[in-house]
């Protein structure tokens, strides 16, 4: 048991000495960045780094839009602010399939802003209460406005498939 999760601590772990203002990660490529269903994977793995009030920007191509199947994009437009979306979830009297993954990428959003750098318009992806990215430098440069020259950034080039901790 505990070769088991050595081995998957040094493969699969990454420890950090502190959480970052800003987190840069990849939703690690097809097919887990086919849609923004999968990309809240990578959002996932982000939240464990970032600090409470900071930003996770996500870069996943989403080529399957949110997607169009499943109930994933009809709960998301049921509420105008993650807030909202986790009001209305934890309501007993709501129930649908996919609303965990909603649930997931609410708390997120209450935790920090997420920007989102995909091919989804840029109304899709506000649509989605995410932030759209067209140029990196420029989300950095209004980022570094908001957190100071000392802005932390950690990268997550691997996004979901490493999981990163706080010691």
């Not at 999760?5 to 987190?23: L, W």
Request: net charge negative.
């Amino acid at each position: 048991m505990m070769f088991g999760c050595n081995y998957a601590k040094s493969h699969a772990m990454f420890k950090c000495q502190e959480r970052f203002d800003v987190v840069i990660a990849s939703n690690s490529g097809y097919p887990l960045d086919q849609n923004l269903y999968q990309t809240v994977k990578g959002m996932s793995a982000a939240h464990k780094v970032v600090k409470e009030g900071g930003s996770i920007i996500m870069f996943s191509e989403c080529s399957d839009g949110y997607p169009n199947h499943g109930n994933f994009a009809e709960i998301l437009k049921m509420a105008d602010s993650p807030q909202g979306l986790l009001d209305m979830i934890n309501d007993p009297k709501f129930g649908m399939l996919d609303q965990w993954q909603v649930q997931k990428q609410a708390v997120i959003q209450t935790f920090a802003d997420v920007y989102l750098y995909s091919t989804l318009t840029a109304q899709q992806t506000t649509d989605a209460m995410l932030h759209p990215v067209n140029d990196i430098k420029e989300t950095l440069a209004q980022l570094r406005e908001k957190y100071g020259p000392d802005m932390t950034i950690g990268v997550m080039p691997l996004g979901p498939l490493t999981i990163p901790y706080v010691e």
